[in-house]
């Protein structure tokens, strides 16, 4: 979940170095975890090599009932600035 709280409205494609270094996690770690991430399309690379939130990760997020409501019928999206937070349950599925 470190990896995926780089992703914010501010930064909503971001490369390998500056995901490690924001996610404080050594390149390799964040290589292979990105990696995964990519095949499983929570994240998505760019043809410059950056990366961004995925499809997968936000169909997750549309199904995610409103932080804090939790009423099924108020979805809110799960993209970057959800992040932010680094709070696990803005991430409830």
Do not use: Y
């Amino acid at each position: 979940m470190t990896v995926l709280s780089a992703f914010d409205e501010n930064h909503t494609a971001v490369n390998l170095s500056d995901v490690a270094r924001r996610a404080g996690l050594p390149l390799s770690t964040t290589h292979r975890v990105l990696g995964e991430f990519e095949r499983g399309q929570f994240v998505a690379r760019a043809a410059d090599g950056s990366f961004a939130v995925g499809e997968e990760l936000s169909r997750l997020g549309r199904r995610a009932p409103e932080h804090g409501g939790g009423q099924d019928e108020d979805p809110v999206p799960l993209t970057a600035p959800a992040f932010s937070t680094e709070h696990c349950e803005a991430l409830t599925v």
